[in-house]
């Protein structure tokens, strides 16, 4: 198989395995959550480290 060619079995049997991993809907969306929050955290993490970046470029640090 050429690089350039794509690999479709990955896919399909991941959705496979996720469809069949026997977890409810409530336990996939808690889950989805808690990665909603982590992301949020590392977000907000990263904006504070870009202003204080650019507080302490102009010298207002």
């Given at each position: 198989?050429?690089?350039?060619?794509?690999?479709t079995?990955?896919?399909?049997?991941?959705?496979?395995?996720?469809?069949?991993?026997?977890?409810d809907?409530a336990?996939?969306?808690?889950e989805?959550e808690?990665?909603?929050?982590m992301?949020?955290?590392?977000?907000?993490?990263?904006?504070?480290?870009v202003?204080?970046f650019?507080?302490?470029?102009?010298?207002?640090?």
């Amino acid at each position: 198989m050429a690089p350039w060619e794509l690999d479709t079995s990955v896919a399909v049997l991941s959705a496979a395995r996720h469809a069949t991993d026997g977890r409810d809907g409530a336990s996939a969306q808690a889950e989805n959550e808690g990665r909603s929050f982590m992301n949020s955290i590392i977000y907000i993490v990263g904006l504070v480290v870009v202003v204080l970046f650019i507080l302490s470029f102009l010298g207002l640090r």
